[in-house]
């Protein structure tokens, strides 16, 4: 009995998704490389990494479907099932959560009627406890799509939810001038620009805070190897380098303080998010 050959997609979507595959994995001196970009390539189309889509990433970079499996499993901006128009995540991790990000995840989820990795039912909406969204400053952070929704509320949370589900047009607090569907954001993340790249804000006045004032106080970074203070500020506002005051020290070459009513177990750092 013979068996025909399982084909992934077909037709005018295999053409695309091929010559697109073309394009990323021509950026990599090893073609392999090209996974992480054609699994958001997959989701573009299909809204999630669905079984076609692992068999095509397979196929085309020559590598099993379990190799495939195990890297869209690990990484939790793959979706292993069908995900909603709009990725809502709400920043639970320790900042975010002192300042309400709990209780803006739990008056959304209750708001929404679904919980962590869900869906509503009109597949507007997946709703997710993020760990991280790396904007402290603005602290509590939700994202759609990974867009930045800064200094939120449970109040406006909710309305940013309904208005997403009505069908209007929503603008992030910082970056593109307005929140693109998910599958439209994977495409961004497999490498293909949407030409929206400087719209709206980039960095915010809490982000730069630290900026100005080195500037105002003249801090200079120390450089590794010229002996001379590179200007932590000097793409943002021209200045060049300026020589360190001999005899002065800079903070490289001042050994840590012991600490003060601590133990040698007090953790230094955290495990990274899946996402890094």
């Given at each position: 009995?013979?068996?025909?050959?399982?084909?992934?997609?077909?037709?005018?979507?295999?053409e695309?998704?091929?010559?697109?595959?073309?394009v990323?994995?021509?950026?990599?001196?090893?073609?392999?490389s090209a996974?992480?970009?054609?699994?958001?390539?997959?989701?573009?189309?299909?809204?999630?990494?669905?079984?076609?889509?692992?068999?095509f990433?397979?196929?085309?970079?020559?590598?099993?479907?379990?190799?495939?499996?195990?890297?869209?499993?690990?990484?939790?901006?793959?979706?292993?099932?069908?995900?909603?128009?709009?990725?809502?995540?709400?920043?639970?991790?320790?900042?975010?959560?002192?300042?309400?990000?709990?209780?803006?995840?739990?008056?959304?989820?209750?708001?929404?009627?679904?919980?962590?990795?869900?869906?509503?039912?009109?597949g507007?909406?997946?709703?997710?406890?993020?760990e991280?969204?790396?904007?402290?400053?603005?602290?509590?952070?939700?994202?759609?799509?990974?867009?930045?929704?800064?200094?939120?509320?449970?109040?406006?949370?909710?309305?940013?939810?309904?208005?997403?589900?009505?069908?209007?047009?929503?603008?992030?607090?910082?970056?593109?001038?307005?929140?693109?569907?998910?599958?439209?954001?994977?495409?961004?993340?497999?490498?293909?620009?949407?030409?929206?790249?400087?719209e709206?804000?980039g960095?915010?006045?809490?982000?730069?805070?630290?900026?100005?004032?080195?500037?105002e106080?003249?801090?200079?970074?120390?450089?590794?190897?010229?002996?001379?203070?590179?200007d932590?500020?000097?793409e943002?506002?021209?200045?060049?380098?300026?020589?360190?005051?001999?005899?002065?020290?800079?903070?490289?070459?001042?050994?840590?303080?012991?600490?003060?009513?601590?133990?040698?177990?007090?953790?230094?750092?955290?495990?990274?998010?899946?996402e890094a």
């Amino acid at each position: 009995m013979t068996t025909t050959a399982y084909e992934p997609y077909e037709g005018t979507k295999l053409e695309r998704l091929t010559a697109d595959a073309a394009v990323a994995m021509a950026r990599y001196p090893d073609p392999r490389s090209a996974l992480l970009p054609l699994l958001h390539l997959v989701q573009s189309e299909d809204g999630y990494v669905s079984p076609d889509g692992i068999q095509f990433c397979a196929r085309t970079l020559g590598l099993s479907t379990a190799e495939v499996s195990a890297v869209a499993t690990f990484y939790t901006q793959y979706k292993r099932h069908p995900n909603g128009e709009y990725t809502v995540g709400v920043c639970t991790n320790t900042l975010c959560a002192v300042m309400g990000g709990d209780a803006i995840f739990d008056e959304l989820s209750e708001h929404l009627g679904v919980g962590h990795d869900e869906t509503t039912a009109d597949g507007k909406i997946t709703l997710e406890r993020v760990e991280c969204n790396a904007a402290c400053d603005y602290a509590p952070v939700m994202m759609v799509n990974w867009e930045f929704f800064d200094n939120q509320t449970p109040a406006s949370a909710k309305d940013v939810a309904d208005r997403l589900r009505a069908g209007e047009p929503v603008a992030p607090t910082r970056g593109a001038a307005s929140v693109c569907s998910f599958k439209q954001m994977s495409r961004v993340l497999a490498g293909f620009s949407d030409g929206r790249a400087d719209e709206g804000v980039g960095a915010g006045s809490a982000s730069l805070a630290g900026t100005r004032l080195a500037r105002e106080k003249g801090w200079r970074a120390p450089s590794a190897d010229s002996g001379q203070a590179v200007d932590p500020t000097a793409e943002a506002v021209g200045a060049g380098t300026t020589p360190i005051t001999p005899g002065r020290t800079s903070s490289t070459d001042t050994p840590s303080a012991p600490p003060t009513g601590g133990t040698a177990d007090t953790p230094t750092g955290r495990e990274p998010s899946k996402e890094a």
